[in-house]
């Protein structure tokens, strides 16, 4: 059973929720993953569900459906509108792979593109994750551990940017930990504006 951490420093609209996956859905997930095929068009490997997301353009094209998520997909999708994480289900997926040293910049998840609501489960590897405040210098950071899960939605949202910092490692309660490899998934509900120009 996930439980949702209220107690850590968090902008307003991000809730921490540990142990989202077992151990044995970790592990079947990374199989899975791994037996389909990485994209390294970018610094980093990612995989695609759903909708196409071009980094490039920072838009979803009208060549951007891919089809019905995967079952296994489709069942974390209905956990997560279940657990009252999700109002509807999302319908397009990232799986971002990091090797230690690799992170990903400060950024707002595209506006036109997605809802309100982010949810990034993580697997493997622990990492910190920066929130930035864009009107001010404000800035709060959270330990992401292994099969927990980020919910940004409302004012996070929009407001704070949020980052992996590129480097090794970690410094968690005055002590050095090492990173491993890491992967993401990232559900997000495509914009039904959006959805509209693409028909």
């Known amino acids: ?10 902008p307003p609209g991000v809730m921490y929720v540990s142990d989202f996956l077992s151990r044995e859905e970790e592990e079947a997930i990374k199989d899975l993953l791994d037996t ?5 068009t970018l610094k980093r490997r990612v995989q695609h569900f759903g909708y196409l997301y071009d980094y490039r353009a920072r838009a979803i094209t009208a060549d951007a459906y891919l089809g019905r998520l995967p079952e296994w997909l489709e069942g974390l999708s209905e956990r997560l509108v279940t ?4 109002a509807d289900l999302p319908d397009q997926v990232i799986a971002n792979e ?32 920066v ?28 407001d704070w940017t949020h980052e992996i ?17 890491r992967i993401s998934l990232t559900f997000r509900k495509v914009a039904q504006a959006t959805k ?3 028909r």
């Open 131 to 158: 929130f930035r405040e864009c009107s001010s210098s404000r800035s709060l950071a959270v330990l992401l551990k292994p099969r927990s899960g980020i919910l940004l939605k409302e004012a996070d949202r929009y």
């Open 83 to 86: 657990r009252g994480y999700f």
């Open 36 to 40: 389909g095929e990485w994209c390294s």
């Open 1 to 10: 059973m996930d439980r949702a951490l209220d107690a850590l420093p968090l």
């Open 165 to 181: 910092p590129a480097r090794k490692s970690d410094v968690v309660d005055g002590v050095k930990v090492e990173r491993g490899r």
């Open 98 to 129: 990091y090797f230690p040293g690799q992170g990903i910049s400060a950024h707002v998840d595209c506006v036109p593109c997605f809802d309100d609501t982010i949810i990034s489960i993580s697997l493997l590897s622990q990492c910190e994750m």
């Open 196 to 198: 509209s120009l693409l």
